[in-house]
């Protein structure tokens, strides 16, 4: 076999439907040899047994070793991470009424717990006194029930919930992530690194 180049970009958290894992789930391969091109990525590399555990971390040199194996005399290029966290999601365990009361459940704890936290805040800093003393300094005289500056305080709260999720309804407003979203990303890398940490200090790790 001519000494080609093979260069492999593996992604560093990965999920799979399915109980084999295979090196095109890893990532992206490129080869100028379509055949075997097609056979690295065919080529599998782990296998989740029903009694074993739903993740696991693979080594890049594992995954060259096996590579070299297949198709013997191919130089292998690494590029990305060195190692990857796979996670096999069972989806049967997702479908039907059970999906739906997980998200109606996350949706009323979401909605109650934000309204509750508000509240709390509102009554921690004394929100009605403060607008009692405002109305009175500008008006001269005690509010009458509802007013001008609660009315305006929750429309801009809620503008402003909105804006900080970036969301209205199904519609993005702007491109740009969330804090939300950045703050998610972070911590998924965070538990990522911990998990592959973890995994290499145990020796669970596949290299």
């Not at 060195?82 to 459940?105: F, I, M, N, S, Y």
């Not at 008006?139 to 305080?153: D, F, H, I, T």
């Amino acid at each position: 076999m001519p000494n080609i180049n093979v260069y492999i970009k593996c992604d560093r958290n990965v999920e799979v439907q399915s109980e084999d894992v295979f090196l095109s789930d890893l990532g992206s391969l490129r080869c100028a040899d379509a055949n075997i091109s097609a056979k690295l990525k065919a080529l599998k590399v782990h296998h989740f047994g029903k009694k074993g555990g739903k993740r696991c971390v693979i080594g890049v040199l594992r995954l060259v070793e096996l590579m070299e194996d297949t198709c013997p005399g191919i130089n292998v290029q690494t590029v990305g991470e060195p190692d990857v966290l796979v996670e096999w999601v069972d989806v049967d365990r997702h479908k039907g009424w059970q999906q739906w009361l997980k998200t109606a459940l996350v949706c009323l704890v979401s909605f109650f717990g934000t309204a509750f936290t508000i509240m709390a805040y509102h009554n921690d800093v004394g929100i009605n006194e403060v607008f009692t003393e405002m109305y009175q300094m500008v008006m001269n005289r005690e509010p009458q029930g509802l007013n001008v500056l609660e009315v305006s305080y929750s429309i801009g709260l809620a503008a402003g919930i909105i804006l900080f999720f970036n969301h209205v309804g199904g519609r993005r407003l702007t491109k740009d992530p969330t804090p939300i979203e950045v703050a998610m990303r972070n911590y998924e890398e965070d538990v990522d690194k911990a998990l592959i940490a973890t995994a290499g200090r145990e020796g669970k790790e596949e290299e």
